[in-house]
């Protein structure tokens, strides 16, 4: 196996489950966030070369992974997006243990919630530090506990809200 290979092997095996995450959070849709999984580990492949030790690989992948969000969900004006999360979900919903259900309540509203609070919390899920956080949002450590707090607040709200339907 070549050097690049392996090194892009091991990249991917210790990230890709925090991508997923992260696609997930942006479109509520599997079969999306596999789609932008892979179209983002394409391009992690692609530049590994450039990659230059700067910030943490994990923070470069997470970058190029949001951007590829976006890119996604402004090239697909997702209109429609909050009626399909709704359908997957209620739909995965039967499969579900109680705990699971109360996941797939979280994720639909997290898909409520604007993109860059998506991002920042699915980032939150994923136990990522604060200022590596901070680093892929671009705001400071301090406004970035602010803000989490404000999504959470949110996102407590909209639990609420559903959970009483």
């Known amino acids: 196996?070549?050097?690049k290979d392996k090194l892009f092997k091991e990249i991917f095996d210790s990230n890709s489950k925090k991508i997923f995450h992260l696609c997930y959070g942006y479109t509520g849709?599997?079969?999306a966030a596999?789609?932008?999984l892979q179209e983002t580990f394409?391009?992690?492949w692609q530049n590994l070369d450039?990659?230059?030790n700067k910030s943490l690989i994990s923070t470069?992948?997470?970058?190029?992974?949001?951007n590829t969000c976006l890119t996604y969900l402004r090239s697909e004006k997702r209109?429609?997006?909050d009626e399909l999360t709704e359908n997957i979900i209620e739909n995965k919903i039967e499969e579900f243990s109680?705990?699971?259900?109360?996941?797939?309540l979280l994720y639909t509203c997290i898909s409520k919630l604007e993109e860059n609070d998506r991002l920042i919390i699915t980032m939150v899920l994923d136990e990522l530090p604060y200022h590596e956080i901070a680093d892929i949002s671009g705001i400071s450590e301090g406004n970035l506990r602010v803000k989490i707090h404000r999504i959470k607040q949110k996102l407590t709200e909209l639990y609420n809200q559903y959970a009483s339907v």
């Open 50 to 52: 450039k990659f230059r």
């Open 29 to 31: 849709d599997t079969d």
């Open 79 to 81: 209109q429609a997006k």
């Open 42 to 44: 394409l391009k992690v």
């Open 60 to 66: 470069w992948i997470y970058r190029i992974a949001v």
């Open 1 to 3: 196996m070549e050097q």
């Open 34 to 36: 596999n789609d932008l």
């Open 98 to 104: 109680e705990k699971n259900e109360q996941v797939a």
